[in-house]
């Protein structure tokens, strides 16, 4: 059987709980109602005049407010373009630091000193660093290497090469070849020389000597005239690597010096030890005679093949009939004062004509603004530093609190709203709600609108 009593029970759980919430509606009404009632007599004794006005004052204040606040956001929007220039470098320097075992001192002086460079030579500061950074992997004595990054950085410049791959071929060279600063530069003006004068390019010369350098012992070349070996093998249309490797050949075989290489040399009306000992008297000479012997006697073709091998003694016949290009290339070579300074002025001209004047000016620039990041940035660690411990704080509450800060952070709009409905529902006499219609009336007057709402709720007040 249904329970009545239970029903009776129910109604009266719910009766008292419902007493209280409607004797609460009523409380709010009267009080919204004579916070609306008091809110319509106050404005009913304003000065309109005085209220314009203040409006005014007040438009201007906000205007002047956001003038300084769009002020502020772009300074701030220029000053981070330096620091941020000046994080660049810092992050770029970072693989030139992790190659050195010197002190934080030495470190600051080089930092400056590859900004400087950058700046004089107009060379953007991340090329400056790798060239730095191949310097000091390759063990480049620490003292050296502002010179050595800032003349490469110039040859880089010169023969149109990735200045990373100029600094690295560079190391090689300086290591290879047991040469010092003074003998690297000698070198790199014997390339931009040879370059210049023959059908080759600065970078293919380069990296014959780095690739040929096992045969300069035997042949008794230097890096010089490795350099120039290597000019007249590229202008003969010989690859740089496959001159190298055909180079190297030809050395193994004159180490050997098998019965088969003795021949060769005695069928070109040659002999081995006598080639061997112009060798150590002056290998250039002897180097182009045994070309020109190759290329001009009938056994030539048997004697290279035996000299280089089967895989290279077609490239090598190509220098065997243009041995002039040999004679050529050792020339330009011998004589030290014609190539001094020639990667310097070759740079020079690349970075006064054309599009070299804007890369300079650009690194230029990218250069004092590297320079103005490292003053400010300081201060902008610190504030960073501050900001991260009150968004770890904030975060530390945040997951500790979680129910709270969801409740507070959706409370917040939906009060004002609540305010704002009960302002205008709960406190107006319903006999007045035509009148209220009438607000829109206002919406076309060319008064401001801040006081063309103040006015609208003055004459046409509801409540």
Not at 4 to 27: C, H, M, N, W
Request: include cysteine.
């Amino acid at each position: 059987m249904f329970d009545v009593s239970f029903i009776v029970r129910l109604v009266d759980q719910f009766t008292e709980p419902a007493g209280k919430i409607y004797k609460g509606a009523e409380k709010l009404a009267k009080i919204t109602h004579d916070f609306g009632k008091g809110f319509n007599d106050s404005l009913q004794q304003l000065d309109t005049k005085k209220l314009d006005a203040a409006i005014a004052a007040a438009d201007s204040r906000v205007s002047k407010a956001r003038s300084a606040l769009l002020g502020a956001a772009g300074m701030a929007v220029t000053l981070a373009a330096p620091i941020r220039s000046a994080m660049q470098f810092e992050k770029s320097f970072a693989s030139v630091a992790k190659n050195l075992d010197v002190s934080d001192e030495r470190l600051r002086q080089l930092r400056g000193n590859a900004l400087k460079i950058s700046g004089e030579l107009g060379i953007a500061f991340s090329s400056i660093n790798d060239i730095m950074e191949q310097a000091a992997s390759a063990g480049t004595p620490e003292a050296q290497l502002e010179a050595f990054t800032a003349f490469t950085a110039k040859a880089s410049i010169a023969f149109d090469m990735m200045a990373a791959d100029v600094g690295e071929n560079f190391a090689y060279i300086r290591n290879l070849y047991k040469e010092n600063q003074k003998g690297l530069e000698d070198f790199s003006d014997a390339v931009n020389h040879l370059s210049n004068n023959m059908a080759t390019r600065a970078a293919d010369v380069v990296n014959f000597a780095v690739r040929g350098q096992g045969a300069a012992d035997i042949l008794h070349l230097n890096a010089v005239q490795m350099a120039a070996l290597g000019a007249a093998m590229k202008s003969a249309g010989i690859a740089p690597e496959v001159a190298a490797r055909g180079v190297s050949a030809l050395r193994n075989r004159l180490v050997k010096g098998s019965k088969g290489v003795k021949e060769a040399f005695k069928s070109i009306g040659m002999s081995y030890d006598g080639f061997m000992a112009a060798l150590d008297k002056d290998a250039p000479k002897a180097i182009m005679e045994l070309f020109e012997t190759l290329g001009r006697r009938p056994e030539g073709a048997e004697a290279l093949l035996e000299l280089v091998g089967q895989d290279f003694s077609d490239d090598f016949s190509k220098l065997a009939s243009n041995p002039e290009l040999l004679s050529e290339a050792f020339g330009l070579v011998a004589n030290k004062a014609e190539r001094a300074g020639s990667t310097v002025r070759e740079f020079n001209t690349q970075i006064n004509v054309g599009l070299g004047k804007w890369d300079r000016s650009i690194a230029k620039l990218t250069a004092f603004s590297i320079g103005l990041g490292n003053i400010l940035q300081p201060a902008f660690n610190d504030t960073i530093d501050a900001m991260s411990g009150f968004v770890d704080q904030m975060n530390v509450f945040a997951q500790a609190h979680p129910d709270h800060v969801r409740h507070e952070s959706r409370r917040l709009p939906a009060c004002w709203l609540s305010v704002w409905q009960a302002a205008l529902s709960v406190s107006c006499s319903p006999q007045h709600t035509d009148r209220f219609s009438a607000w829109s009336s206002c919406s076309g007057t060319s008064t401001p609108p801040r006081a063309r709402t103040w006015r609208c709720w003055r004459a046409h007040s509801v409540c």
